[in-house]
């Protein structure tokens, strides 16, 4: 009976090898040895300039850790989402189904990436993302989503407070918002904060995302005759804008301030007369003072040319919090590493990070920098100089996630 | 009050952009009968041009006048290498060619330029703004504003005053009338290609110091181009430079009161025209 038994199961174990060496579902192969991580980065659509910047961030997080955690291999596996959230549902539903994987980073656009949340949900995977939505962490936060990014509190208090202490008769300001949910939420909290400093918002106009005809837009922010314009937009929007301002001649004669930039990324993209009097707040600038950060950039630079801008450094970091995840738990477990990951407290690139277990929401500096005018800049990529960094939380007051839920 | 002035006042310069676009794309529509999908390729290639003559050269004139030559000259060379092989072969085969060669050219401005937006000041002496007692306006927009004026009047001279201008509107209405007395339609069609591309050059090459340059900045160019077309009327270039001050002006209009639908403005109008004259403004088929 029991030599039967056993010659059964011997039976049964050679079947599902041989199954699984020749084509049954992958994600049979992929449990037992591998744990596979999904980056979902768009090659196509409004974001295709971004995805292949924060593909370079996670494989380099990836590759300092020889490709393994935990002393099992890590399969990385990245998926076009081409901006858009029905092909990146699709994708990263495949990529869960057919390639095992557990654990997804991005994508890059706010919109989609709540989209993405909901089948991260659905599917029981751990998803991390980084981008100016508040409702990640607010009004649809749920257990398997984090957020990175600085919450848009936290962004705009920091640069309302530092540009009021630089340029305290500056009350009436213009704003320039994109109109999707990135820029409503970080337009809400300027409003918000500009109270304290009695700001008078002369004029706020939204724009449609991938906007390049800005002569409009400034022609009537002029009209308002205000003592600053604050755009709150992101990548080609936010420099189209910044340099038909400097056509009307509005900067550098009045401030303008970019409060939701890449950095760098879009700096480099506007001539030095252009930078004369802007300033900007950012989720992270390359000379930001930190062993990891001074470490990245070295290697980046050395490999890329050019230093990294907030999307490959967003990437990279979201990536080493999650492996740090894992050497928490000491687990491959989703669960395991979902529950590791809250309340998390790193030193890494950004300096001190937590990730508040109660909203998933990463608690961190968001930086702001000065421009510096042409003659002052040493070298081609001395860009600006961080004048303050700032990381108040959201206050309770404002907090819409009241309950993160269960698994 | 002041504002709408302005905002009218930029509309006619966008426009004038926009025309120029338009009566190239509308050139080489109606006398080749072939859906140029490479139009906004070069309209960004004559702005990267434009950056690289004057980074030699170091003048911005020069640089205004050899870059859309160069283009025009690539579209000769386009004509000449691949257009020319597809007139009889429907336009899908058309279609297919100019789209894949939009890619093409997109990426090699990748190749050559790197994929990271550049800026690209106006000429000093174009620097800066003028007080026009309404409004305080770049001075660089009213150089823009006449330039792309004058382009387009010249052009529309050389095509109803000149003999070359009449044999090419007659190619427009009937090439095998025109073809059988004994006149080389053949050069008609490459004069035409390499006119079109020239002024798509130009455009690209004026809107360099307003808008910046990116290696997308033609498929923005490219869509709007096509409206100006439509509504203008298939190979109407009267329409097509009133389509693009039309468009220009409507959506500098529309921004002044509710900026969310500058960019719906565009295709809103074309819509609302080809409703009431599905053949376009000026259009007669």
């Known amino acids: ?407 | 009050m002041n504002l709408l002035l302005g905002q009218i006042l930029n509309g006619i310069a966008t426009g004038m952009l926009y025309a120029l676009m338009g009566l190239g794309l509308s050139l080489i529509t109606g006398v080749l009968n072939i859906p140029n999908f490479a139009h906004g390729a070069l309209f960004a290639v004559g702005a990267y041009l434009l950056v690289s003559v004057v980074g030699v050269l170091g003048n911005f004139w020069l640089g205004l006048i050899v870059a859309p030559i160069g283009v025009a000259l690539l579209g000769l060379v386009i004509e000449w290498a691949g257009v020319r092989r597809l007139y009889a072969a429907g336009h899908d085969y058309q279609l297919l060619f100019t789209f894949g060669l939009a890619l093409i050219l997109n990426e090699l401005i990748i190749v050559i330029w790197g994929p990271v937006g550049i800026s690209h000041l106006p000429p000093a002496l174009l620097r800066g703004g003028v007080d026009l007692g309404f409004t305080f306006y770049p001075k660089y927009r009213l150089f823009v504003m006449g330039m792309a004026g004058a382009l387009v009047v010249l052009t529309w001279l050389f095509l109803e005053k000149t003999k070359y201008g009449a044999i090419m509107r007659a190619g427009i209405e009937n090439k095998e009338m025109v073809s059988l007395l004994g006149i080389d339609i053949q050069m008609l069609f490459t004069v035409a290609f390499a006119l079109g591309a020239y002024l798509a050059g130009i455009a690209g090459a004026l809107t360099a110091p307003i808008r910046g340059l990116s290696p997308g900045m033609g498929v923005d160019m490219l869509g709007i181009a096509f409206v100006v077309v439509a509504l203008g009327g298939l190979g109407n270039l009267l329409g097509a430079i009133a389509a693009g001050l039309l468009i220009g002006v409507a959506q500098a209009v529309v921004a002044a009161y509710w900026t969310e639908a500058s960019t719906a403005v565009i295709f809103a109008v074309m819509a609302a025209v080809l409703l009431v004259r599905p053949q376009g403004l000026f259009g007669i088929r």
């Open chain 1, 1 to 407: 009976m029991s030599n039967l038994k056993r010659r059964n199961i011997l039976k049964a174990g050679a079947l599902g090898a041989a199954a699984a060496g020749f084509g049954f579902p992958s994600i049979l192969r992929a449990q037992p040895k591998e744990i596979v991580m999904l980056g979902l980065w768009d090659q196509t659509g409004a974001f295709a300039d971004v995805g292949p910047l924060n593909d370079r961030g996670m494989r380099m997080a990836l590759e300092e850790r020889g490709m393994k955690v935990l002393g099992k291999p890590i399969k990385y596996i990245t998926r076009d989402g081409a901006t858009q959230a029905g092909t990146s549902t699709r994708r990263a539903e495949e990529a869960i189904d057919g390639e095992g994987a557990r654990f997804m980073i991005g994508p890059w656009s706010s919109g989609v990436a709540l989209a993405v949340s909901e089948v991260a949900k659905r599917k029981k995977v751990l998803h991390l993302f980084s981008g100016g939505t508040e409702d990640i962490s607010g009004a649809r936060c749920h257990r398997y989503s984090f957020q990175w990014a600085a919450s848009p509190y936290t962004a705009a208090k920091t640069v309302v407070d530092n540009f009021m202490k630089a340029n305290p008769k500056a009350k009436r300001w213009h704003l320039l918002v994109a109109d999707y949910a990135f820029g409503w939420s970080v337009e809400k909290y300027i409003k918000e904060v500009g109270k304290a400093h009695g700001l008078e918002f002369v004029g706020a106009d939204r724009h449609p995302l991938g906007e390049r005809e800005f002569s409009n837009y400034v022609q009537k922010a002029a009209a308002n005759r205000p003592d600053v314009v604050a755009m709150i937009n992101f990548g080609g929007d936010a420099v189209a804008g910044a340099r038909e301002i400097f056509n009307f001649g509005l900067t550098p004669k009045l401030p303008l301030i970019m409060c939701w930039s890449s950095g760098v990324e879009e700096l480099i993209q506007l001539a030095p007369e252009i930078r004369d009097n802007l300033w900007v707040g950012t989720n992270f600038y390359y000379t930001a003072n930190t062993p990891v950060a001074k470490a990245f950039v070295k290697s980046y630079q050395a490999k890329f040319k050019t230093p990294p801008g907030y999307a490959p450094s967003a990437a990279y970091s979201m990536t080493r919090m999650l492996l740090a995840a894992f050497d928490k738990a000491k687990s491959d477990d989703v669960q395991a590493v979902i529950k590791a990951l809250e309340g998390l407290e790193v030193n890494d690139l950004l300096g001190r990070m937590k990730v508040d277990g109660a909203t998933h929401q990463t608690l961190r500096p968001y930086f702001f920098l000065r421009c510096k005018p042409k003659a002052q800049m040493k070298h081609e990529l001395d860009l600006a100089d961080i004048v303050a960094t700032g990381d108040t939380p959201l206050p309770k007051q404002y907090a819409a996630c009241k309950d993160i839920g269960g698994f």
